[in-house]
């Protein structure tokens, strides 16, 4: 069964940094699939934030373009998401899946918390 593991996270302050990581594990087909960073705040959805293709090109939603960068590394079957900038708002849990139709396991998530 496919396991999905994200790390980093933490608490910072407006205007900071933080880069959150996924190992997707047992998954041979990593390197041919379009994967992506989904996050969710208590009481709301989950919503996409932003999503990366087999060959590297990346997608944002409005709210986090310019901001956030999602790179992968195949070898590894990893998963990287780079925050900048950070807003009270991007205060969510984070979790990597797979773009538009994700497994429906998911990992424990990263928590990003944005103090201002």
């Known amino acids: 069964q496919v396991q999905l593991v994200e790390s980093g996270g933490g608490s910072v302050e407006a205007g900071e940094s933080l880069t959150v990581s996924c190992v997707i594990a047992?998954?041979?087909?990593?390197?041919?699939?379009?994967m992506g960073w989904y996050r969710q705040a208590p009481g709301k959805q989950r919503a996409l934030a932003g999503s990366i293709s087999k060959d590297g090109s990346t997608n944002y939603p409005d709210f986090v373009k310019d901001r956030f960068t999602i790179s992968r590394e195949n070898a590894g079957n990893t998963l990287n998401l780079k925050l900048n900038s950070l807003k009270t708002d991007d205060t969510s849990r984070y979790y990597c899946n797979i773009d538009t139709v994700p497994l429906d396991s998911w990992g424990q998530g990263a928590q990003v918390t944005v103090s201002s």
């Open positions: 047992k998954f041979p087909s990593f390197s041919a699939r379009a």
